[in-house]
């Protein structure tokens, strides 16, 4: 499967953006979907996961309750929906595909990568 990352951008402190994440193939519904993200110098972080059907989520205490992860597999899609958005927060975004077991939080878990989007946040 190849993942195409979009909707990244500039935003205000406090402000909102969502980001998109387009699969191809015509199995989508057959993997997990994860959200990651890595800011200049750290390493790359877990910070939403998504069952197959969408019926489980999964989410890192640091974007809890400000962030939504949803798939739509009619349109092989999966979003992140980012609210409040602080300067911590800045950091290219990564979209992934899981095929098989282990937890959604780990990085070797997924299989597929997207090509990351920049999600720059002002102060």
């Known amino acids: 499967v190849q993942l195409q990352a979009s909707g990244g951008g500039l935003v205000q402190a406090g402000g909102s953006l969502r980001l998109s994440c387009a699969a191809s193939?015509?199995?989508?519904?057959?993997?997990?979907m994860g959200w990651f993200r890595q800011a200049p110098g750290k390493e790359r972080e877990f910070v939403a996961g998504?069952?197959?059907?969408?019926?489980?989520?999964f989410y890192a205490d640091s974007v809890k309750d400000r962030f939504t992860i949803s798939r739509d597999n009619a349109k092989n899609t999966v979003y992140l929906q980012m609210n409040s958005l602080k300067a911590d927060d800045m950091a290219v975004y990564y979209c992934a595909a899981r095929l098989y077991g282990g937890s959604y939080y780990w990085p070797r878990s997924y299989n597929y990568w997207g090509q990351g989007t920049l999600v720059t946040v002002s102060s």
């Open positions: 998504i069952s197959r059907s969408g019926g489980s989520t």
């Open positions: 193939g015509r199995t989508f519904d057959s993997y997990g």
